[in-house]
């Protein structure tokens, strides 16, 4: 899915990831450990290969966007750019996943202990610029992040969104159910408003693309685009979820 010229967004195990598609490319984030036969598939539908891969880019130290890297990287001439803290935090051992005093869930340190390292990695700091679509700098977390011109990564409940930012607004994905809030302060923190927001587009029916989308076009003249199938799988029961022949986890 090309989300603005020559930036892709590329589904990856457990997580999303963009491909930077120029003369060599640039992907940003890897996906869980498992990620590579998704990204190969993908080049391969756009009509590009692996071997045109220059670099990665990993916005964070989180296993379903680091894990993919070293079986990406594997024997290619990859060059792989995260922040020097990010790094440090994917070297946890299982004892030191399972200690007492460790923060955070225990599901979560046990998945980033057995997460891949990404091996060797160049630092990335604040400010610092790579080339890739005329020079893409990097930015800490704490302030908004315009990944291409015009398209904006956004934190949302559980997932991120895109915010293509023209004359009106696109949105596409919405998180879960709460994040409105999210965007709202995110668009003031650009100097935009939801008011400029034309409409939503949820590229599928997960419920952290597709929960956020009634409160944030509640009231509003806003057009939202899902896939029919998507649509009909949200419209799920609570009776029909408990029923022992539903597919996937309870909890989803």
């Known amino acids: 899915m090309e989300i603005a010229p020559n930036v892709h967004a590329v589904p990856m195990k457990s997580a999303g990831a963009f491909l930077i598609t120029e003369d060599r490319l640039t992907l940003i984030d890897a996906g869980l450990a498992g990620s590579k036969p998704m990204l190969v598939r993908y080049l391969a539908d756009i009509g590009r290969s692996i071997d045109e891969l220059d670099r990665i880019v990993c916005t964070h130290g989180h296993p379903d966007h680091v894990g993919g890297v070293r079986e990406i990287a594997d024997g290619e001439p990859i060059e792989v750019f995260i922040h020097p ?101 995110y668009l003031a923190d650009i100097g935009r408003s939801i008011d400029e927001l034309d409409r939503i587009v949820c590229t599928h029916g997960h419920p952290d693309h597709v929960g956020g989308v009634r409160e944030i076009a509640d009231g509003e003249p806003i057009e939202v685009f899902i896939h029919p199938a998507d649509l009909e799988g949200v419209s799920h029961t609570v009776r029909e979820a408990l029923a022992p022949t539903a597919g996937g986890s309870l909890r989803g």
């Open 85 to 185: 803290a990010d790094l440090e935090g994917v070297s946890h051992t299982v004892r030191e996943a399972l200690a007492p005093t460790a923060g955070g869930s225990l599901r979560g340190r046990l998945l980033q202990a057995v997460t891949p390292h990404p091996g060797t990695a160049t630092s990335l700091n604040d400010g610092e610029v790579l080339p890739a679509l005329g020079g893409l700098e990097a930015h800490t977390i704490s302030g908004p992040m315009e990944i291409a011109p015009n398209v904006h990564a956004v934190p949302m409940k559980s997932a991120g969104a895109f915010l293509v930012t023209e004359d009106r607004l696109t949105l596409i994905d919405a998180g879960l159910a709460g994040s409105k809030p999210m965007l709202v302060r």
